[in-house]
């Protein structure tokens, strides 16, 4: 088996473009050159336009954790009030963020595999007019699942609270516009739809968003976003820039301009339409229900006639096909198919393929091609 | 003129060898794979040697400043005293830093070019022995000096305070013995002497240093020393880490480890030798005295006969040759040469070489080939 053909179908890290991997090995140049500021200045006017934003954009060497820790430290003091929305572990993580500084955090519970409702954000904050932010995850990697973000946002941007999105295993897959939509604080990472390998981070930040963060006494440095903005109007960056992972980034962001964002989005979509009807194809249970369900992942039940866990290691080992797990309470409950970034719409097929062909080295009493041919007739009515 | 083929001379990012240049566009893996685990826990065992312990090392996707501020949102809590020892724009940083986080903090000022007198430490301490720590700079990259790390940790070994060094521009070039001589914490960057693009970090805690950690109130999320140490005995980290930075951390940390420490670090010295016999021979004021001179960069000052500025300009543009200028007030005033990580010893010749060149170029009176003697005799005495 080619070790280094293994297909990764995780939410993270993705496969990267050869393009890009051969950008990695570029040698490296100096961050405080007008070459370097050219490179940082075309990358971000390419990411505000997938942000659909005019505002401002920056980045971070860090993993995406570190964009919601900055949208997190930038706006939030001890004691404010937030509202966050819980709709698994990424949602949790917001809680955990703002709770790691000080604040005092009003969750809306949201039952795995469901969306939010948005009236019970509206409710929330009628509730509580003094809430600083409301947080949310664009999409729910642990879950699958989408919210509606572009709702949400009709309801906060006629308040005083901020509206901040963790859209790290969205932004390059779905569609985001924050200045259309009215949204503050946009977080992603490198490694899921941008096409990168970890260790980058995105931050779009809105006008309205400004205004909290002059006034926000949470300590911060690395984080700083006054420090980046500071930099940014000298087209530099406050620390030492990852110089490779933007030679790559350029690489990237050119490919999602020459594909052009709505064939971007459509493919995502056409890949996630293509798992969901192969699985149903197949007998299996799709965790999130068709109008929830996400663009980039998808999350599928185990049930008493196989073991997911053991699904995963034969997909691994023999068909060379990561897949992820669940995770906490959905351990060895369901298995998640990443479909994001450089991937396309054939690849599922030979995914699913490996699926079903495991499933069927596993006992489970499966008619092989079934999930195959109906993922091939949703494919036959892609355009693309 | 090869574009690609500029030396850096520059503090940062520092040549990457081929080797970990094609490491990095290596096909990505899954982080929560056993083949990353063995990834990481080897390299974190390099990085135990190089830090000289035994204890805990950690790596974030960050650059060092990341690093910097683990050290600091894991130890010091708002109202807490720390002395800060300041002799250049990166112990500004580590006071900087411990501001942002409510710290009360004693600077002990030292004359840029000069040492700190590790008296002067002592004395700090005894006046204040309710400090928390003492922050010092193990190469302050900013003036090109090595304050002595060795001698401070024997005083503040034996009070309750921490010692925390940034090492940052010296970690794999100058020795660090942590467990030796008595260090609890040290940040690092990858974009130094660990011949790596900027985008890890690295930091190494000693058990001193946890029973202040599991105390500490302050907020960190992304930087949290107990989530790290947490997934370490897991065999992994607690997000996802910048995976192709540990292919090439694989390659560079085995580079080290076949040269050997100590020919790793006489190389280092010898390289600063060399500049700064050949700066002396072409008639050029060195900014630091030889027994505080760093071994991985020279500040050279600038003098009626040309302009610092120009220099760099001729060097780059026509020589292919980066090298910094100063920083803050020193701009303008001195140029530093960066000779750490991936070059040797008759690099140092073509280096000094073109200085004496552009030198020339902009009409100094020079003897050319007097300072490119120099260094070659230096280099005639070399053992290696």
Chains 1, 2 share one sequence.
Request: net charge negative.
């Amino acid at each position: 088996m080619f070790r280094e053909k293994r297909e990764l179908r995780i939410p993270g890290p993705t496969p990267v473009p050869p393009q890009a991997l051969r950008a990695l090995s570029r040698p490296l140049m100096g961050h405080r050159t007008e070459e370097f500021s050219s490179i940082l200045m075309r990358t971000t006017e390419r990411l505000k336009r997938i942000l659909g934003t005019k505002a401002d954009v920056y980045t971070f060497a860090s993993s995406g954790t570190g964009a919601m820790e900055a949208a997190v430290a930038n706006t939030v003091s001890a004691s404010d009030k937030v509202i966050v929305v819980v709709g698994g572990k990424f949602g949790e993580r917001w809680s955990e963020l703002c709770r790691a500084f000080g604040a005092e955090v009003e969750e809306i519970v949201v039952e795995p595999g469901k969306a939010v409702d948005p009236a019970a954000v509206e409710q929330a904050l009628k509730a509580a007019p003094e809430t600083r932010a409301v947080f949310i995850t664009q999409n729910e990697t642990s879950t699958g699942v989408e919210h509606d973000v572009e709702s949400v946002a009709r309801i906060v941007r006629d308040t005083d609270a901020l509206l901040i999105v963790d859209a790290v295993s969205s932004l390059g897959a779905i569609e985001m516009r924050m200045d259309d939509w009215g949204v503050d604080i946009v977080a992603a990472g490198s490694q899921k739809a941008l096409m990168l390998p970890p260790g980058l981070a995105v931050i779009g930040v809105s006008e309205k968003a400004w205004s909290v963060i002059e006034k926000c006494r949470s300590p911060r440095y690395y984080f700083d976003l006054i420090a980046c903005r500071k930099n940014m109007d000298k087209e530099t960056t406050p620390f030492t820039p990852a110089v490779s992972m933007f030679y790559a980034l350029d690489q990237t962001t050119a490919m999602i301009e020459e594909e052009g964002l709505e064939n971007v989005y459509r493919r995502h979509q056409d890949m996630r339409d293509m798992i969901r009807a192969a699985a149903r194809a197949t007998g299996l249970e799709l965790f999130a229900s068709d109008e929830v369900a996400s663009r980039t992942i998808t999350a599928i039940r185990g049930d008493s006639t196989f073991d997911v866990e053991k699904l995963r290691k034969r997909l691994a080992t023999v068909y060379n096909i990561e897949v992820a797990g669940g995770q906490s309470e959905l351990k060895g409950v369901i298995f998640r198919i990443g479909h994001m970034g450089y991937m396309d719409r054939i690849d599922m097929v030979s995914t699913w393929a490996a699926v079903e062909l495991a499933l069927n080295d596993l006992g489970r009493p499966i008619e092989i091609g079934a999930g195959v041919k109906a993922a091939m007739e949703v494919m036959s009515k892609c355009e693309f």
